[in-house]
């Protein structure tokens, strides 16, 4: 290969790779746009709650990022009656359910009496209802969320039951509680 | 002959000759002082209707919700405008001149006339910090505005620091128009700097190729 | 793989394999950039307008707060608005150098005249897309530049008044007009622009390229029947229009990032200001692009006479070919008596262009006069100067 060949291929591939290089950091505003705005990042921020004054068995449904967030206030009842269909959960541990690691208990929450939830069945994205009473959707019923949509049911910690179309329990955004108020959207210290 | 219309095109109007804002080096300092006078002195009439989420527009507690609704019709149908976009449609000489163009004027209503701005619905919102100003000539035409406009009395703030004042609101202002400035000046090296060396490669590429071309060329003639 | 693709593909191989070994002159110069280039800002324009059509609201109460939004809190939604906006002065930079050549080299001349032709369809073209644009962030120079460039078409005879309605939809320029307006700048013209893109190119590739010295490349042979003069358009042409990319883009992007308003030619300060139809601005100008033909427009005193001398200004660009009589294409070989006309055309168009910009007083349409009576001449009487001219001989080969 002659020596001007050569030149021409070096500097060939540093054009090419130069031109590669433009061409990547050309794109990256174009991406970076079509991430959310500042605006839609600001609405985004995490949300608080005032929880103090809920009666037992009392929602609460606030919007957190597009998505409504449920918080529950469980009484005593409502807790014990977690244990009594234990064996018919799909996925009572939690394992294969999303959460973050402070709710993955049986109670799924921080605080026992409150319960928070994204109000999204982990089907396909319907809103299932918060049906309290007992033997209101079948005789064996202790009380929890029903989604019309496709049958999925879920116990009063959104835990889901065997044999209904919903994969895994309902999901728990990141919360905690500052000062007595419940913080939605983000972990605690 | 050509030169001379165009340059006779360009002095036929007759005004003072506005004041350029001397912005300091340390900008960003500038402009957070700036957006501070700004809701001291401004905000309680004038909006800032697109600065809603800018992070140093609302440490400065500049918040649309607490911003003035005018009615349409309020002073005469020309309620005070909202101020996001004011450098860039005034001009800032324009905008820093007529912050600092009172001067006294009994035959108008409210003691104030404005020297850039004559007949300006705009109360004089600095009386107590400049102190008061009187016109010297009525010949103001491609004039300084310090040849024509003297303090009279002095007000709570030195003339250095009321210069100081206005113009960190001009800063602010400026920076309100177009906050992308620090990001495009940030920028701006590494972008020009990238194809100023693409430039160069792709000079010698092409050298390299068209000397192939030349060489043809020399051998056919001869 | 070409196998594989002449056979499924035959149409888009050929042409692909055409572009690759086309036969261009071997001494093109800096002023046969401009063609890639502005393929390359239309190639801008397109995508920063997708980008933009993202945020963008049609609507009299929004339109200019969705820019501003779109500049303040989307993430690098200033870069999207001030590439657009600076795109659209660069284009017409570069679509007037364009054009300058073809002056300068006689490109329009036989048989390149449909080329031509279909060239200043494109002019026409790029200013209405360039005017629907202006008018979509809805300031006041939008407002009252979409007033007076409507009002012109009332002049016309008969027809005038209802066509006018018939683009307002509304008995002012109104919101209406604003949505058909956008309508049009972002559908209807690019669609119409691309269309004549593809058009321009397939017509200079049936011809071929021009060339400074003004003649055939064709008329010299060698034994395998390609032209002796020329050489393939890739890769000794695809690497010089690159080389051109990187300085274009070097003095665009210093443009975008470090002085966007463009010392208010690329954005106007007055159009920063939302639009009022109850006030005028004290001082209405066009884009500096459009200057010329509206000086020339307020240049004569009679609306009708103005606007026909506006239109005739610019469709004397289309009778080009038909007006040159010289035997010769280029300026290299061409006398004085065309280099003295196309030097002083060169000043009356940049003279248009300022005087446009100025207010309307005395002097500045004193001089737009002049400037209007020398652009026209320089048509005009090219059938006779361009005949009478001296002129040299061209060689038989390319000087390189």
């Known amino acids: 290969m002659s020596e001007v060949d050569l030149k021409k291929r070096r500097l060939l591939q540093s054009a ?33 709650v005032d929880v103090s004054n809920m009666s037992e068995g009392q929602q609460k449904t606030v919007m957190w990022r597009g998505k409504p967030v449920w918080i529950i206030k469980r009484s005593k009842e409502m807790l014990a009656s977690l244990d009594v269909l234990q064996g018919n959960l799909r996925d009572p541990g939690s394992e294969s359910s999303s959460q973050p690691s402070y709710a993955q208990n049986q ?83 | 002959m050509i030169l001379l219309l165009l340059i006779g095109c360009f002095f036929s109007v007759a005004q003072p000759i506005l004041d350029a804002p001397d912005f300091s080096y340390q900008k960003e300092a500038q402009i957070k002082a700036g957006a ?45 405008p909202d101020l996001s976009l004011v450098t860039a449609y005034r001009g800032v000489d324009y905008v820093y001149s007529y912050l600092r163009g009172y001067y006294l004027d009994a035959e108008v209503e409210g003691g104030y006339e404005n020297i850039v701005m004559p007949g300006t619905q705009m109360p004089n919102p600095f009386s107590l910090m400049q102190g008061d100003q009187v016109l010297l000539t009525q010949d103001i035409a491609h004039k300084r505005l310090f040849e024509v406009l003297d303090l009279k009395t002095k007000g709570t703030m030195t003339p250095q620091e009321f210069e100081d004042y206005v113009t960190s609101i001009v800063a602010y202002l400026v920076y309100a128009s177009d906050p992308s400035e620090a990001d495009r000046y940030a920028y701006a090296p590494w972008v020009l700097g990238f194809l100023a060396i693409f430039v160069l490669i792709m000079i010698r590429l092409d050298l390299v190729y068209w000397a192939e071309i030349h060489e043809q060329h020399d051998h056919e003639k001869n | 793989m070409s196998d594989w693709l002449r056979l499924r593909v035959p149409f888009m191989y050929d042409l692909l394999d055409h572009l690759k070994h086309y036969q261009a002159p071997k001494n093109l110069n800096f002023w046969y950039f401009f063609g890639a280039l502005s393929l390359l800002v239309l190639g801008n ?76 369809v494109m002019l026409l073209l790029l200013m209405a897309e360039a005017y629907t644009g202006y008018v979509l962030p809805w300031g006041q120079m939008s407002y009252w530049a979409a007033r007076v460039i409507t009002s012109l078409f009332k002049t016309i005879p008969v027809i005038g008044e209802p066509l006018v309605l018939l683009i307002q939809g509304d008995y002012e320029v109104s919101e209406v007009t604003l949505h058909r307006f956008f309508s049009f700048h972002v559908v209807l013209f690019p669609l119409i622009i ?88 004290l001082h ?49 070989y061409k006398g004085p008596l065309s280099r003295i006309t196309l030097g002083l055309f060169t000043v009356s168009f940049l003279g248009l262009l300022i005087v446009g910009c100025l207010p309307a007083t005395y002097w500045a349409t004193f001089s737009a006069r002049i400037f209007a009576i020398l652009y026209f001449s320089f048509f005009f009487l090219m059938p006779i100067y361009s005949y009478y001219d001296w002129h040299k001989v061209p060689p038989s080969r390319l000087t390189i």
């Open chain 1, 16 to 48: 090419g790779a130069w031109g590669v290089l433009g061409i990547v950091g050309a794109a990256v505003p174009f991406l970076q746009s079509l991430n959310p705005s500042r605006v839609t990042r600001l609405k985004g921020m995490p949300v608080e």
């Open chain 3, 194 to 281: 691309l269309g004549f893109v593809f058009f321009h190119t397939l017509c200079l590739h049936a011809v071929g390229s021009n060339n400074p010295d003004g003649i055939e490349i064709k008329d010299n042979l060698d034994a395998q029947g390609k032209p002796k003069d020329g050489v393939s358009f890739h890769p000794f042409y695809t690497v010089k229009d690159v080389m051109g990319v990187g300085i274009f883009l070097f003095i665009f992007l210093s443009v975008v990032f470090l002085a966007p308003r463009g010392w208010g030619l690329v954005l106007e300060p007055e159009n920063f200001e939302i639009a009022n139809p109850m006030v005028t601005p």
């Open chain 1, 107 to 189: 109670y799924r929450s921080v605080d026992p009496n409150y319960l928070v939830l994204l109000g999204v069945c982990t089907h396909l994205g319907c809103a299932p209802t918060y049906r309290p009473e007992k033997g209101a959707i079948d005789s064996e019923w202790q009380g929890g969320f029903f989604c019309s949509c496709h049958g999925s049911k879920f116990d009063l910690a959104g835990r889901v039951f065997d044999g209904v179309p919903a994969p895994t329990n309902l999901e728990v955004p990141p919360y905690h509680f500052k000062d007595g108020a419940l913080v939605i959207g983000e972990e605690g210290e």
């Open chain 2, 36 to 80: 501070k006078a700004f809701a001291q002195s401004c905000f309680s009439c004038h909006s800032m209707n697109y600065m809603r989420t800018d992070a140093l527009t609302l440490a400065a507690g500049i918040k649309s919700e607490n911003a003035m609704a005018w009615p349409k019709d309020s002073w005469m149908g020309h309620p005070p």
């Open chain 3, 45 to 120: 324009q397109l995508l920063t307008g997708i980008w933009l059509l993202m945020y963008y609201t049609p609507t009299a109460a929004d339109a200019m707060a969705s820019i501003e939004f779109m500049m303040r809190e989307v993430n690098f939604g200033w870069l999207f608005r001030y590439l657009h906006a600076a795109g659209a002065s660069f284009f017409f930079v570069v679509v007037y150098l364009h054009m300058y050549r073809a002056l300068l080299y006689g490109s329009y001349k036989a048989p390149r005249e449909i080329l031509w032709l279909s060239g200043c």
């Open chain 3, 284 to 332: 209405i100008k066009p884009s500096w692009y459009l200057a010329p033909y509206y000086a020339i427009l307020r240049a004569v005193p009679d609306k009708s006479l103005g606007a026909i001398a506006m239109f005739a200004s610019l469709l004397m660009f289309f009778l080009l070919p038909w007006l040159d009589r010289s035997p010769v294409r280029s300026m290299r």
